[in-house]
Structure formats: structure tokens, C-alpha cells
């Protein structure tokens, strides 16, 4: 991993489902986007447990031909495992990283990712392998968080942590957001060869019943272990308590809706 402060993914996978059913809007914008038909070849890259490649081979019936992959092993064991538990067909896992994709040039009809592309190592690089393995013709879509400001809760994570830990342990939400920016995609997917596409931006909130149930499920997910692991066991309380003063302004009707936006890029090849 390039940067020490995202989640060790290997290590997470069983945990990261946690967050897939606040993560769901995502994949139907993505998908809708994505316009894949039945019969198609579709690849999903940096797939993780699974998303958005599972989603769309119920959506289309298994009636399609659909690999995801990602660099963690543990996170392509846990979509295998899915894939097979639900009984779908039609689609396959692989451990493979994005920027050295081993599929032939023009193989796919469609291509996707779901918030994984600012994470890799070189992003232009899997971009470019996203572009070279559509067909001419063919469709993609991929989804990244927006502005630092809109993600709201590693902004949070940002701010309780700074003063806490050394800058190399703070959360990843440099990185989260490192393409945040419309310009700043715009630039990378033209350098890596991408022309026609359409950007927007979307925005969705995680809605929990209480922050006791956000906190219990940020740390369940193990997603900000690294941090949390860095500190004494009495700071965590001291962290929790900070958190909750900063989710606070975000109770609506007794409950914690907490928005955040993306950007959701696609087009033809
Ligand atoms: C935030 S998760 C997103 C997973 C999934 N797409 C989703 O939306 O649920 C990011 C994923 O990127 C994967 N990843 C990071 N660097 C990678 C690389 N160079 N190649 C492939 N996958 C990578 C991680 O292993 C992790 O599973």
C-alpha cells in the first residue's frame, strides 16, 4: 500500500461488508451509468468484497460474464465466498492489481470501479489499464469520493485524530479524496487516455439510528484500526466522545444522517 494510514484491506475483509448497505446508493448510480446488458464481458476493478460486481450479475440474472478483482487476497476470498454462497454464476474473483491488468486490450464491454481508483497505487496507471481492456465502443463508470469537506466523517477522523497521532498515522483522507476534485479527474482521465466522458457529482447520506450505533460499526469494521490501535486504550473514549461532539450537528429527527458526495465519472471508449 502506498500510504500507511489506509485500512489494511487484507486483513479487514470479512469487516468491511459492514459499511456495503451505506455504500448501496452508490453502486445503483454507478450501474445506472454503466448501462450493462445481459451477455456482456464486464469487469470490475478494485471490487473488494465484491461491489459493484455482485449487485450487477443479480441485476442482470447471471446472464452475464462478470471478473473482479483486487490486489487484497483476503477481500477477493470474502467476494469468492459471496459469490458462491448466493449461487451466482457467471461471475469470478481474481486477485490481480489494477494497474497490471491480465486481460487482453479490448476484451471488455463494460468496466467499473467503485471508490478504488484514488486508492492504487498509481492511479493513472489503472486507469489507463480500465481504458485499454474496453472495447472501442464499450462503457465505463467509476466512482470516487469528493472534496475533503464533503466526507464528512473522515473529516471527523481527521480532526480527533491530528493532534493525537504523527502525520503519518492520521486517516487517509488525503488520499480518499485526492480526486475528489472535478478539475483534478478530468486532468487524470484525459492523461490516461479517456475522451467523452461526463462527470458529476452526487451526494448520499449514512443514516444510523444513533451515534452509538455509528461508533459501534466504525470500530467493528476495524476501518480506522490503525489509528485507534496507535493509541492508548483510554484515548479511544476520549476519541469517541470527540466524534460524537462533531456528529452532533448532524441528528435530524432523532436520527444521524450524515451526508457525503462522490463523483461519478463514465462515458464510451
Ligand atoms: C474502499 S475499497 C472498495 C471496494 C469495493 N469496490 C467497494 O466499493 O465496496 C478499496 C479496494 O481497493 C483495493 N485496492 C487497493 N489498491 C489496489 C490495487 N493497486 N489494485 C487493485 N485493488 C486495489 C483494496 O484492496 C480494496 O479492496
Known sequence: ???????????????????????????????????????????????????????????????????????????VR?????????????????????????????????????????????????????????????????????RPESMTTLQWAQRAFEDRLPPDLHPPLAIATSLGDPQTLAALLRKAGYQNFDIQTHRFDYQFDSYAQYWDLLAASEILKTQLDALPEHEHRAVRDEVAGYAADFVRNGRLVIPHEYLLASGNK
Not at 454464476?89 to 467503485?114: H, K, N, V, Y
Not at 489499464?129 to 462503457?139: N, Q, S
Open 1 to 75: 500500500m502506498p500510504n500507511n494510514t489506509q485500512p489494511d484491506w487484507d486483513q479487514i475483509a470479512a469487516k468491511f461488508d459492514l459499511w456495503l448497505p451505506h455504500l448501496a446508493p452508490v453502486s445503483e448510480t454507478l450501474l445506472d451509468a454503466l448501462n450493462a446488458h445481459a451477455g456482456q464481458h464486464i469487469i470490475d476493478l478494485a471490487s473488494g468484497t465484491g461491489e459493484p460486481a455482485l449487485t450487477l450479475a443479480q441485476r442482470l440474472d447471471d446472464a452475464a460474464d462478470i471478473v473482479g478483482v483486487d490486489a487484497a487476497p483476503g477481500m
Open 78 to 146: 470474502a467476494a469468492q465466498a459471496k459469490a458462491r454462497a448466493g449461487g451466482l454464476r457467471g461471475i469470478q474473483f481474481l486477485c490481480m492489481p489494477a494497474e497490471r491488468l491480465d486481460f487482453p486490450t479490448a476484451s471488455f464491454d463494460r468496466a467499473m470501479c467503485r471508490f478504488g481508483i484514488m486508492l492504487l497505487e498509481d492511479p493513472e496507471l489503472g486507469l489507463r489499464e480500465m481504458h485499454r481492456v474496453v472495447k472501442p465502443g464499450g462503457r465505463y463508470a467509476l466512482a470516487v469520493w469528493g
